[in-house]
């Protein structure tokens, strides 16, 4: 059982769509992160969200922290072929604050 | 930025041989160690913590004994895999933190992909 459930697993779209990605748990983060990983690479760190119902905007990605700590949410607006990749969100939770938990992850795939 | 750099990146040998691999923070002090497995289409799973000058604290049905980890330096962990068997087969990530300080970011490695014959 996956403590971090990302949704949809699998997205592809159409250049110029907007989509969003949800991260959901019954568990409480003291953290959220997003990351985009590219095919025989690490992770990279898209953003970390730590405030309850915090949103930030990075360029045409905005990313959401639910109220109770519990989900999180990935929107991007206007899609591009360079968004393509798999995103994992990963929450870092009170009673274990040094390490990271990574979800189930979402593949996201844009059509020029 | 932080850098973290893992070698070998790609290694391919044959069932039952021993293989190491290599962690380094390259430009800041790694306190703390990660190591993850990532299977084909799959998340990353944690497999063990470390924290420099410690054992390793491992997650719920990782082997220790097969899976060691040694984090003997603030700049540098191995992960060996001992005996290894085709079905541990799977890209392995690093990833290292600095916790001195509140709210320091982990920064993962590019990955080393292993290939069991």
């Known amino acids: 059982t996956q403590l971090l459930e990302q949704s949809p697993q699998f997205l592809s779209i159409q250049e110029g769509e907007n989509l969003t990605v949800y991260c959901n748990s019954s568990s409480v983060f003291s953290s959220l992160q997003w990351y985009r990983q590219e095919p025989g690479e690490g992770p990279v760190l898209l953003v970390t969200v730590v405030t309850g119902g915090e949103v930030k905007k990075l360029k045409r990605l905005t990313f959401q922290f639910g109220d109770a700590r519990k989900d999180s949410s990935l929107h991007i607006t206007a899609a591009q072929p360079g968004d393509t990749g798999l995103y994992l969100c990963?929450?870092?939770?009170?009673?274990?604050?040094?390490?990271?938990?990574f979800g189930s992850g979402t593949r996201l795939s844009i059509r020029p | 930025g932080a850098v973290v750099s893992q070698h070998p990146s790609w290694v391919i040998c044959k069932s039952g041989t021993s293989v190491k691999i290599e962690c380094r923070s390259l430009?800041?002090?790694?306190?703390?160690m990660f190591w993850y497995r990532q299977f084909p289409k799959q998340s990353l799973m944690l497999m063990a913590t470390s924290n420099e000058g410690s054992k390793a604290t491992y997650e719920q049905g990782v082997e220790k004994d097969k899976f060691l980890i040694n984090h003997a330096s603030l700049t540098l962990s191995t992960l060996t895999v001992t005996s290894a068997h085709p079905e541990d087969s799977s890209f392995y990530i690093c990833s290292a933190r600095n916790n001195r300080g509140s709210n320091q970011p982990q920064h993962f490695g590019d990955g080393t992909r292993l290939s069991i014959l």
């Open positions: 430009d800041f002090q790694a306190t703390t």
């Open positions: 990963a929450g870092a939770r009170y009673s274990s604050a040094s390490k990271i938990i």
